[in-house]
């Protein structure tokens, strides 16, 4: 331990911390502050289960079989990756609220790096989606509706959790390119569009054809189709990872670019 | 990870002042021919300032002199246009992440659906080794608000916990940037009153700040700025020599400037319509001019205040003759 001198020379065992300044205990206090705001959990957890109450425990088609389970397994897996994805870009958008409240320039005056930052804001994000898709199958366990085999529970549940940081880009490049406290009711417009362009809530077999083939280009329809494989099966199409890479790169690309812009100006 | 408790802080603090012979050590801040423009407008205009560990330092000046500008430059948010700016030695940048510095913004900077102590507890996450989070909300006077959202907190309060929070590293260097302004007297008080403990414990403060009275009362040392530069730099006594001055004033119609002007010590000569102000070091010099050589009336002669010295030296429009570089010239510490 160094001993204080009087030439006032600062201490010699100032480390800078790893890791950037990520740390669990970051991630928690963030995840405390997103559970006490009542509209997002609202949002994020109850929507989604409301939602698969509506349309998937209908018993006029409910039970009709698909690939390896049924129909009502199908809406749940449609409606947890919506909650999911209501969770990833409501994390990532929080960045609009704290630029606009000077936290971000606040953090910069202390070792936290602007890339430590994001990662917490990405890990808080997938802790959010994780109780949103979490809450839809728990319900989907005891409507005693959906039926698959127990692997595919988790696999989906992995695939579709896992995938939602794509939203995760998204909520942080939106949430960068508009500062204003309004960002969520933007993002929940957009993610309600991308929803139906996926075929998240209703088949895209019901659109007319220009719309049907409009809707294989948005962001969440190449997701949507890959987490329903593994219980739809059947034949495979690659414009579904064609177009779940190019939203990745444009998502990301647009948040480092006006990530960056953000740390110059800071 | 939890916030440390640094044994090394146990001990006391021996207070690093300024002398003779200790010139060698690293100065807690140096700037070198710092300039910072924005497009076209030149917000600091080539600053030169040396602070040693162990200075309270006030940085003052009216509001757009670059005080702002310059605290940023010395906390890595904004890298100076031309010239250099270290802290201990280092990038400014490298000091904050080793905790050597912290800062007080002037607003802003806080999560309303936050509480007092969990923004306490977020940034103590963030350091290696901080003091425990108790021990500074106790110093800053904030425990018993400590599970209020910030949202709810007053002016006064918030200025506080952010007091807190820039003491967590426990850092060599403190930046005040307008510390206490919106805050009311009492708030004020206090605020500084726990500035000044700390200060006197050895650390190095900086504040920002357009009240004269703060300056004087709790800096060892003052910088005035204006526009941009720094027009004086000296003790806050030194400050107050300056405010030495004098101005005789009278009712004279038809003013001979120049030969008012030509008369030793006198700095500056305004009329208005039929009065004049001569600022001047002799007054009675001036007086007995005006008495026998001019029809002058209504002879008066005052002594300048701090307020005017600070208006004279930092005011929008410099005087023509140049008062404020002479000022500048009078008081700069020899180094």
Known sequence: MTVPTTTGAPRADRTVPPFGGFSPGLVRLEVRRLLRNR???????????????????????????????????????????????????????????????????????????????????????LVLGLAAVLAVYVVGILSHKPSMPVELWVATGAALWVGSLLFAAFGLFVGYLLPSENVMQIIGFALMLFSFGGGLFIPLSQFSHPLRVLATYTPLYGLNQLVHYPLVQGSFAWTWVANLLAWLVIFTSGAIWRFRKDTDRV | MKPVHDPWYAGQRPRGRTGAGMSARVPAVDLVGV????????????????????????????????????????????????????????????????????????????????????????????????????????????????????????????????????????????????????????????????????????????????????????????????????????????????????TVRATLSGTDGAALRAIPGVDRVETHGSSVVVHCSDSDAVARYLLTETPAQNLEIAALGLEEAFVALTGAEPAAGGASGTAASRTRAPS
């Open chain 1, 39 to 125: 509209r997002t959990v609202i949002f994020t957890v109850l929507f989604p289960v409301f939602f698969f109450l509506i349309f998937g425990l209908n018993s006029a088609y409910a039970s009709n079989r698909i690939g390896r389970g049924n129909e009502s397994a199908f809406i749940m897996i449609s409606m947890a990756l919506y909650g999911a994805v209501l969770a990833t870009s409501s994390g990532g958008a929080m960045v609009s609220v704290e630029r606009l409240a000077g936290w971000s320039r606040q953090l910069r005056i202390t070792p936290l790096q602007p890339a430590a930052y994001i990662a917490v804001k990405m890990a808080t994000s």
């Open chain 2, 35 to 246: 300039r910072k423009h924005f497009g076209s407008v030149e917000a600091v205009r080539g600053i030169d300032l040396r602070i040693e560990p162990g200075e309270v330092v006030a940085f003052l000046g009216p509001n757009g002199a670059g005080k702002t500008t310059t605290i940023d430059m010395v906390l890595g948010l904004s890298a100076p246009s031309d010239g250099t700016v270290t802290v201990y030695g280092m990038p400014p940048r490298d000091a904050v992440r080793k905790g050597l510095v912290s800062a007080v913004m002037q607003s802003g900077g806080l999560l309303k659906d936050l509480t007092v102590a969990e923004t306490v507890a977020y940034t103590a996450h963030l350091f290696t080794a901080t003091r425990p989070p108790d021990e500074v909300m106790e110093r800053a006077g904030i425990t018993a608000i400590g599970s209020r959202l910030v949202g709810k907190c007053s002016g006064g309060e918030q200025q506080r916990l952010r007091f807190a929070m820039a003491l967590l590293p426990d850092p060599e260097l403190l930046l005040l940037d307008e510390p206490t302004q919106g805050m009311d007297v009492e708030g004020r008080r206090g605020f500084w009153a726990a500035i000044r403990r700390d200060a006197d414990a050895g650390r190095t403060v900086v504040f920002a700040t357009h009240y004269l009275e703060e300056a004087d009362t709790y800096a060892d040392r003052v910088v005035l700025v204006r526009q941009g530069e720094v027009v004086a730099d000296g003790t806050a006594s030194e400050i107050k020599a300056m405010a030495a001055g004098r």
